[in-house]
């Protein structure tokens, strides 16, 4: 098992930028691809961005596609999301979650095995 913790969560205005980390615990995290989920009140849990087990391929969600940067450092046990050019709507709590299967590049939750408490991003107005 992998346990994993979000952080550099916060409030930030519209057209700023964040980082978030997810820091790994237990097994290591070369063994899971790696992606990256929001949920924003009311709304169903969705993909941001994933990382291939290497780093060498990223996929991010049309929302966020060239605003966001997903990269990890294996030796270090951490993945990161870079975000920039940050929004209103891009309010959520953000979820980083580890993948063993093949289709982590789907996005879809159900082949995420592990997943973080969650950090809450606010962008203000």
């Known amino acids: 098992q992998v346990q994993l913790v979000e952080s550099g969560g916060g409030l930030v205005q519209a057209g700023g930028s964040l980082r978030l980390s997810c820091a790994a615990s237990?097994?290591?995290?070369?063994?899971?691809?790696m992606g990256w989920f929001r949920q924003a009140p009311g709304k169903e849990r969705e993909f941001v961005a994933a990382?291939?087990?290497?780093?060498?391929?990223?996929y991010y969600a049309d929302s966020m596609k060239g605003r966001s940067t997903v990269s990890r450092d294996n030796a270090k046990n951490t993945v990161y999301l870079q975000m920039n050019s940050l929004k209103p709507e891009d309010t959520a709590v953000y979820y980083c979650?580890?993948?063993?299967?093949?289709?982590?590049?789907?996005?879809?939750?159900?082949?995420?095995?592990?997943w973080g408490q969650g950090a809450q991003v606010t962008v203000s107005s």
């Open positions: 990382i291939s087990w290497s780093g060498g391929r990223t």
């Open positions: 237990g097994r290591t995290l070369r063994s899971y691809a």
């Open positions: 979650a580890a993948s063993p299967s093949a289709t982590y590049y789907t996005g879809s939750p159900v082949t995420y095995a592990y």
